[in-house]
C-alpha cells in the first residue's frame, strides 16, 4: 500500500500499543479527555473501526468518563434488542421491583403476551422469592407458558443463588436466552451471537453486578441524537464509525482501533481479492485524518474467558517506519499482567459528603452514594430518581452542590 499518509497527517501516524482491549479503551477515552480538558473540541475527534462491535468496550469507558459521542454505522452497544434482553435479565436480579425490566423479561418467555406479563408483574415486584412467583404463576398458565416460567424460575434461582461474577451470571443467561434470541430473529442471530460473545468478554472486567448495570444504565430519553449530545453545545461529541460508514468525512485527530489481525484485516478475508479489499478499507480509514491519526492494536484480548495473544495489523508494515511513531501511554508494570485487574480501594478525600445532592449538567440532580478508586481512576456514584446509579471518574465529572 503506497503511504496514505504523509500529506493528510501534519504530524505523522502514531501507533499506539496497548496491554489489553481493556487499556485500548481506556487509553483512547483518556487522550480525549485530555484533549477536552486542554479546551479542545470533542467533535475534531472521530474513532474508526472495521465493524461495529469492535467500539463497544470503549462506548463503555467514554460513558463512564462522561465524554459525549455519537454512534454512526450501528446502533450504540447498548440499544440493540439482544443486549436489553440479557440486561433485563441480570437487572431483575439486582433490583427485583424494576417493573420495566419485568415487562421486558416476560414478554420474551414462550407463551406470553402483553397482558398476561403486566398481570404478572404486580405480584414480581412484590414477593421476596420471585422465581417461586414464577412457580406459582405457571401451574395456572396455558400451552407453552407453563414451560416457559418454569426455565425463567430456575434460572433466575441459579442467578441469585451462591455468589457469582458476572461473567458467570452473563454465561448463565445466555444459556438460556439464545435458544429464545434464534427464535425471534432467524435472519441475522449469527451477528447477534457474536455482539453477545463480545458482551461476555467485556464483563471479564467486572467483579460486580452493580458495577456493571451502572455502566451500562441507558442515557437519559429526553436527549437527542440517541443521548449522546454534550451538556455544551459547542463543544461537541466524539464521533464513533464504522470505515464504511463514513466515507467522505474527515476529521482533525482520527482513532482506528483494533488494527489487529484477525480484526482488521478480518478473519473472513482469507482470498487475496477479499485481502486486498480490506487493504483498501485501511486507505480509506487513514486518509480521514487531518491531523493527528492513532493506529491502535492491543497484545492481549479475552475470548471465552481466556487471555488470546494477538499480533498488529499486516497493514502497518505497509506504512514506511520512518513515519510511525510508537506511543505507548503505560508504564509496564505488574497491573498489566492481569487482563482486568480489580480496581483499588478509595484514599482520597472525597469532595462530596454521602447522601449529599449534586446537579449534573446532563442527567439533573441526584445523591451522592459510594465512591471507589484511588488517584487518576477515583470514582464517584450518583444516584439519579429516574436513572438509577451511574459511576463518574472524578477527575472529569462536572458535578455542581445543590442547595
Not at 149 to 174: D, S, T, V
Not at 359 to 383: D, N
Request: proline fraction near 7%; hydrophobic fraction near 40%; include cysteine.
Amino acid at each position: 500500500m503506497e503511504n496514505p499518509v504523509g500529506r493528510h497527517v501534519g504530524e505523522g501516524p502514531q501507533a499506539l500499543l496497548v496491554s489489553n482491549n481493556s487499556y485500548q479503551s481506556t487509553d483512547i477515552a483518556g487522550l480525549g479527555s485530555r484533549e477536552r480538558l486542554d479546551g479542545g473540541e470533542l467533535g475534531v475527534i472521530a474513532v474508526r473501526s472495521r465493524s461495529t462491535f469492535h467500539s463497544f468496550d470503549l462506548e463503555l469507558e467514554l460513558q463512564r468518563r462522561d465524554i459525549p459521542f455519537i454512534k454512526r454505522g450501528g446502533f450504540k452497544f447498548i440499544e440493540t434488542a439482544h443486549i436489553k434482553d440479557v440486561l433485563a435479565h441480570l437487572r431483575v436480579i439486582a433490583n427485583p421491583a424494576d417493573a420495566v425490566s419485568w415487562l421486558r423479561v416476560l414478554t420474551i418467555v414462550p407463551g406470553v403476551g402483553h397482558r398476561t406479563a403486566e398481570r404478572t408483574i404486580d405480584s414480581l415486584v412484590s414477593a421476596a422469592e420471585p422465581e417461586k412467583e414464577l412457580a406459582r404463576v405457571g401451574q395456572s398458565a396455558r400451552g407453552k407458558a407453563d414451560a416457559g416460567f418454569a426455565r425463567l424460575g430456575a434460572l433466575l434461582a441459579n442467578l441469585r443463588g451462591e455468589a457469582k461474577r458476572p461473567p458467570e451470571q452473563l454465561a448463565a443467561a445466555l444459556e438460556y436466552y439464545l435458544p429464545l434470541m434464534r427464535d425471534a430473529y432467524p435472519d441475522d442471530f449469527p451477528k447477534r451471537e457474536r455482539d453477545l460473545e463480545h458482551f461476555q468478554n467485556i464483563t471479564e472486567r467486572y467483579r460486580s453486578l452493580e458495577q456493571m448495570l451502572a455502566d451500562m444504565a441507558l442515557e437519559p430519553p429526553n436527549d437527542s441524537l440517541g443521548g449522546v449530545l454534550a451538556s455544551d453545545p459547542e463543544e461537541g461529541y466524539v464521533t464513533l464509525s464504522t470505515i464504511h460508514s463514513a466515507k467522505g468525512l474527515e476529521w482533525k485527530v482520527v482513532f482506528i482501533i483494533w488494527a489487529a489481525e484477525g480484526r482488521f484485516p478480518s478473519p473472513q478475508s482469507a482470498d487475496p481479492e477479499e485481502l486486498e479489499e480490506e487493504r483498501r478499507l485501511m486507505y480509506v480509514a487513514v486518509t480521514r485524518a487531518r491531523r493527528r491519526l492513532f493506529l491502535s492494536h492491543a497484545r492481549l484480548r479475552m475470548l471465552h474467558g481466556q487471555p488470546r495473544y494477538g499480533l498488529p495489523s499486516r497493514f502497518l508494515d505497509d506504512i514506511p517506519a520512518a513515519l510511525v511513531r510508537s506511543l505507548n501511554l503505560r508504564t509496564p508494570s505488574s497491573a498489566d499482567a492481569a487482563p482486568y485487574p480489580a480496581p483499588p480501594q478509595a484514599s482520597r478525600e472525597p469532595p462530596y459528603r454521602m447522601g449529599a445532592r449534586v446537579s449534573h449538567p446532563r442527567y439533573g440532580e441526584g445523591v451522592v452514594s459510594g465512591y471507589q478508586g484511588q488517584g487518576g481512576e477515583a470514582e464517584i456514584k450518583v444516584s439519579f430518581p429516574k436513572l438509577g446509579d451511574k459511576w463518574f471518574l472524578l477527575d472529569y465529572v462536572k458535578l455542581t452542590p445543590c442547595g
